[in-house]
């Protein structure tokens, strides 16, 4: 059975940083593509950052873009995403997500993609 743990999350002043850390067993990271999301209170879901199996190329929204980093250890099972210049519309509650073995994606995530998600994590930002 494959499970994704959330970890790292808590309260930041704008312009603070935090780390998300995801830590996955029942699979092999390696061969999953990887993604965050989040979602604040009564809006959609948003795919905010992917990493691909190789781990070579990673993919953003525009609204994270230059301030979010995703990286993955396969050698720990496990990925992050390091938060910096945070601001109050970054509060949410995030989300890891696997995608099914064998899928390469190249693109911001999409949720449907990805069939494997943890409980999630607060985030909260202060102005």
């Known amino acids: 059975q494959v499970q994704l743990v959330e970890s790292g999350g808590g309260s930041v002043q704008a312009g603070g940083s935090l780390r998300l850390s995801c830590t996955v067993s029942?699979?092999?990271?390696?061969?999953?593509?990887m993604a965050w999301f989040r979602q604040a209170p009564g809006k959609e879901r948003e795919g905010v950052a992917g990493?691909?199996?190789?781990?070579?190329?990673?993919y953003y929204s525009d609204s994270v873009k230059g301030r979010f980093t995703i990286s993955r250890d396969n050698a720990k099972n496990t990925m992050s995403l390091q938060m910096n210049s945070l601001k109050p519309e970054d509060a949410a509650m995030y989300y890891c997500?696997?995608?099914?073995?064998?899928?390469?994606?190249?693109?911001?995530?999409?949720?449907?993609?990805?069939?494997?998600w943890g409980q999630g994590i607060q985030v909260t930002v202060s102005s």
């Open positions: 997500a696997a995608s099914a073995p064998d899928r390469w994606y190249f693109q911001p995530p999409r949720s449907g993609d990805y069939p494997y």
């Open positions: 029942g699979t092999t990271t390696s061969s999953h593509s």
């Open positions: 990493i691909p199996p190789g781990g070579l190329a990673t």
